[in-house]
């Protein structure tokens, strides 16, 4: 595997479901992120975690709960989701030591929210 | 704070036509300026990048350069396909530590035979 991955790509889940959404980097980065892209809205920015500690939770509900193991992998563990929340969510990396801030980002989960 | 104010879509264009899709910004200091593009159903690619004044940026035949004195990162081709069909999102980041980088809103870009 190259770059960066993401599983599922599609996921549909009722409201009363849990579920986690997985991502793994294959770049040696050290900062990861989650975003959420909506129709029609600017790309959110969810989570941020450098060298594995969050830095940036950008107001976001309790029911995403991001995780980072180690510094290839972020996971979103979602729970008693609304169908606001059907959105494309992607997961990008970073070397965060780098004074250029290009992030790489992966294919994305596209989620559905019954 | 940060801000990127991209040209509202779509663009239409007729393939081998001029692509210009305009891009603003504000920021402090000297952020890095980015375009990404995003195919339908994938995540956002980096395109090309630009990290300081006066800086072009390149590929697949695409330019922007980076002007600071008009706060502008605007992207060019000289001759487009139906498969450079995208949305496109101009980008910055500021400098150091773990970046937090701003985009527009996207520009849909449509080529037709």
């Known amino acids: 595997e190259t770059g960066v991955t993401q599983t599922p790509r599609h996921l549909v889940m009722g409201m009363t479901n849990k579920k986690s959404l997985k991502c793994e980097q294959h770049l040696g980065h050290n900062a990861m992120y989650w975003y959420k892209q909506s129709a029609k809205k600017p790309l959110e920015l969810m989570f941020v975690y450098s060298l594995e500690e969050r830095v940036e939770n950008n107001s976001v509900p309790s029911r995403f709960s991001p995780e980072c193991p180690n510094s290839s992998h972020l996971f979103l563990h979602l729970h008693t989701l609304q169908p606001e929340d059907s959105a494309l969510y992607l997961c990008?990396?970073?070397?965060?030591?780098?004074?250029?801030?290009?992030?790489?980002f992966g294919p994305g989960t596209r989620l559905t929210v019954t | 704070g940060d801000s990127v104010t991209q040209m509202e879509g779509p663009v239409t264009l007729s393939e081998e036509a001029f692509l210009t899709i305009n891009c603003t910004y504000t920021a402090t200091g000297y952020p890095s300026l980015f375009w990404y593009v995003q195919y339908p159903g994938e995540g956002l690619q980096l395109l090309l990048k630009?990290?300081?004044?006066?800086d072009k940026g390149s590929n697949k035949g695409f330019e922007a350069t980076y002007r600071k004195e008009t706060t502008s990162f605007h992207l060019e081709k000289g001759s487009v396909q139906v498969s450079d069909s995208a949305v496109y999102f101009c980008?910055?980041?500021?400098?150091?530590?773990?970046?937090?980088?701003?985009f527009g809103t996207g520009t849909k870009l449509q080529v037709i035979p």
């Open positions: 980008a910055l980041s500021p400098s150091g530590g773990y970046q937090k980088v701003t």
């Open positions: 990008a990396s970073s070397q965060a030591s780098s004074s250029y801030g290009e992030q790489y």
């Open positions: 630009a990290t300081k004044a006066d």
